[in-house]
C-alpha cells in the first residue's frame, strides 16, 4: 500500500523566513496530494492541494511542488508569520477518498 | 456554510464498554471518512462511507465499524474498547466523487480509555 514519509519532523525559523517541509510517496497511482495545518485543538485544515497533472500550485504564500518522477512534493511557506506556527501534514491519495498522511512537521515561527 | 459537527467532542469510557460517535458532513456533501490519530500511529484511516455504503476500509479490526444515513450524517462505533484504542477520532466531509476531491476535517472527538 501507499507510504509517505515527511521531513523535517520539526523546524523553526525566524519571522518573515521561508519554511520547506518535504515529503516522498510511494505508490505510483496516487494522484492527489493535500496539505493540511492542525494547530492545537483542532481538526486539520486543508491549506493547499496538488494533482498529479500539474507540477506547481501556489495561493499568496504557500506553495506546493511536485515530482512524479522521483514522487516527492513539497511545501513552501514564504514570509512566515508567528500565526503559521502549527503542526503540517502532507498526504498522499492512492483513490478514493482515502488519505495516506505523513507523520507531520512541527513548524515554530518566532518573532 | 457550517462545517464538519463531530459529537460529542470529549469522551472517557472504561475497557471493554462500546462507544458511538457521530459526524455531520458539510451541506451538499456525500462524503464521509473517518481517521483516527494518535502519538505514536499519527493519522490513519479507517473507513469511508458513500450514500449510506462503505466504499473504503483501512486496516484496523472489526471492533471498528461505522454507518452512514440517507441525510449523509455518519457514526462510528468501537466495541469492547482497549486501552490503545484512546485517541483522535476524526471525520472528512467530501463531495464524493469517485475523482478523489478536497476532504475537509471536523474539530474531532477526544476518546480516553480508561
Known amino acids: 500500500g501507499e507510504n509517505v514519509e515527511q521531513h523535517p519532523s520539526t523546524l523553526s525559523v525566524q519571522e518573515g523566513d521561508s519554511a520547506v517541509i518535504k515529503c516522498t510517496y510511494s505508490?505510483?497511482?496516487?494522484?492527489?496530494f493535500p496539505w493540511y495545518k492542525q494547530e492545537l485543538g483542532k481538526g486539520p485544515q486543508l491549506i493547499i492541494d496538488i494533482r498529479s497533472n500539474v507540477g506547481e500550485k501556489k495561493d499568496q504564500r504557500i506553495a506546493v511542488t511536485l515530482n512524479k518522477t522521483a514522487k516527492h512534493f513539497s511545501l513552501h511557506i514564504t514570509e512566515t508569520q508567528p500565526e503559521d506556527s502549527a503542526v503540517y501534514f502532507c498526504a498522499a491519495s492512492p483513490g478514493f477518498q482515502k488519505l495516506v498522511f505523513g507523520t507531520g512537521t512541527r513548524l515554530l515561527v518566532s518573532p | 456554510k457550517a462545517g464538519v459537527t463531530q459529537t460529542p467532542r470529549y469522551l472517557i469510557k472504561t475497557r471493554g464498554q462500546q462507544v458511538t460517535l457521530s459526524c455531520s458532513p458539510i451541506?451538499?456533501?456525500?462524503?464521509v471518512s473517518w481517521y483516527q490519530q494518535t502519538p505514536g500511529q499519527g493519522l490513519q484511516f479507517l473507513f469511508e462511507y458513500f450514500s449510506e455504503t462503505q466504499r473504503n476500509k483501512g486496516n484496523f479490526p472489526g471492533r471498528f465499524s461505522g454507518r452512514q444515513f440517507s441525510n449523509s450524517r455518519s457514526e462510528m462505533n468501537v466495541s469492547t474498547l482497549e486501552l490503545g484504542d484512546s485517541a483522535l477520532y476524526l471525520c472528512?466531509?467530501?463531495?464524493?466523487?469517485?475523482?478523489?476531491?478536497?476532504?475537509?476535517f471536523g474539530p474531532g472527538t477526544r476518546l480516553t480509555v480508561t
Open positions: 451541506s451538499g456533501h456525500r462524503s
Open positions: 505508490d505510483s497511482a496516487s494522484n492527489y
Open positions: 472528512a466531509s467530501s463531495l464524493g466523487h469517485r475523482v478523489v476531491g478536497e476532504q475537509y
